[in-house]
């Protein structure tokens, strides 16, 4: 074999390998910007869920704390006891809706897991690839 033939082989071979580093490239950018997408619609509901919170939280306090806390009185508490135990009641229901949404906002949540597996699977079958050679 000639070195024009082995410089051949050994450019074709580097072409090639350019190519498909190019190629996996944009298909783990193309990856990465559907998985993004996903988890910012992910991030919009669990915002939702949030505001959601917030608003029945306000209804039950403006509505029907006022009606429970009559109930309570009627039913022979003092009126600031029924307050008390209404007020709590209400308080625990949004807490737990807006800790459930919090939850789905973590970052962690948001990050593209997996086009970060895909990268690291990819760069070491090309360092295998390499190392082979």
């Known amino acids: 074999m000639s070195d024009n033939t082995t410089n051949k ?11 498909n580093v190019s190629g996996l490239v944009r298909n783990e950018v193309d990856l990465a910007r559907a998985e993004i997408s996903e988890n ?3 991030a919009g509901v669990a915002i939702g869920l949030i ?6 939280a306000l209804v039950a306090l403006n509505v029907l704390a006022a009606a ?7 039913a022979g508490l003092d009126a600031g006891w029924s307050a008390l135990i209404v007020g709590a009641a209400l308080g625990i229901i949004a807490f737990v ?3 459930k949404g919090v939850n789905d ?16 699977r990819d760069a070491a ?5 390499y190392d082979d050679k």
């Open 40 to 42: 910012v619609t992910k």
């Open 51 to 56: 505001a959601g919170a917030a608003l029945i």
């Open 97 to 99: 809706l807006i800790n």
């Open 105 to 120: 906002l973590k970052l962690s949540s948001l990050a593209p897991t997996r086009t970060v597996k895909n990268v690291q």
């Open 125 to 129: 079958a090309v360092k295998e690839a």
């Open 68 to 74: 429970l806390v009559a109930a309570l009185t009627e």
């Open 9 to 19: 082989s050994a450019g074709n071979l580097l072409t090639d390998a350019m190519s």
